[in-house]
T-cell receptor, first 114, second 110 residues
Framework: DTGVSQNPRHKITKRGQNVTFRCDPI?????LYWYRQTLGQGPEFLTY????????KSRLLSDRFSAERPKGSFSTLEIQRTEQGDSAMYLC????????????FGEGSRLTVL | GQQLNQSPQSMFIQEGEDVSMNCTSS?????WLWYKQDPGEGPVLLIA?????ELTSNGRLTAQFGITRKDSFLNISASIPSDVGIYFC??????????FGKGTRLHILP
């Protein structure tokens, strides 16, 4: 399968714990995006990378959130000191820079903070 | 900031009926896109529109990029059960910021 892969698919954690999600994009794609989706809402932009450079971060992304894409391949999204409001589906997507907007999404990582 | 207003929020139709949904904004976008999301999965791209006035089809789906660049619509003809799901419009502006609407939930009555 050469699609976008995310893991873990589900994560249940206690408030205050740190969690990390991993995304493996389609290998030829140089753009990688992170979105958050809550029930009944559309995907909400968090951040995106072109190769290893993080080009944009949403103002909604608090200091507790950090994302990396160290070698321009896979990416990690870490949430420190989780809060119940962080419970959501975290979606990763990749694309070619030349076809921006044509996003290929993974199946998401669902976070539940107790 | 940019916002996309998608309507209707949900639709209940009979199999075989045509469906129409739209997306509007007060902001101008460079690209309009339509995605479909099934339960437990990520959104899947259906149609991408790059020029104002562009009308594009993908099988039973037809979408248009509004002349003002502030709106788009998606039509589905002769709906079938597998059309059930959530349809999202998305707009691209600036370098490559992409935002999504809140979705139209399509239900097909037996």
């Amino acid at each position: 399968d050469t699609g976008v892969s995310q893991n873990p698919r589900h994560k249940i954690t206690k408030r205050g714990q740190n969690v990390t999600f991993r995304c493996d994009p389609i290998s030829e794609h140089n753009r990688l995006y992170w979105y958050r989706q809550t029930l009944g809402q559309g995907p909400e932009f968090l951040t995106y990378f072109q190769n290893e450079a993080q080009l944009e971060k949403s103002r909604l992304l608090s200091d507790r959130f950090s994302a990396e894409r160290p070698k321009g391949s896979f990416s990690t999204l870490e949430i420190q000191r989780t809060e119940q409001g962080d419970s959501a589906m975290y979606l990763c997507a990749s694309s070619f820079a030349s076809a921006a907007g044509e996003l290929f999404f993974g199946e998401g990582s669902r976070l539940t903070v107790l | 900031g940019q916002q996309l207003n998608q309507s209707p929020q949900s639709m209940f139709i009979q199999e075989g009926e045509d469906v129409s949904m739209n997306c509007t904004s007060s902001s101008i976008f460079n690209t309009w896109l339509w995605y479909k999301q099934d339960p437990g999965e990520g959104p899947v791209l259906l149609i991408a529109l790059y020029k104002a006035g562009e009308l594009t089809s993908n099988g039973r789906l037809t979408a248009q990029f509004g002349i003002t660049r502030k709106d788009s619509f998606l039509n589905i003809s002769a709906s079938i059960p597998s059309d059930v799901g959530i349809y999202f419009c998305a707009g691209r502006w600036g370098d490559d910021k992409i935002i999504f609407g809140k979705g139209t939930r399509l239900h097909i009555l037996p």
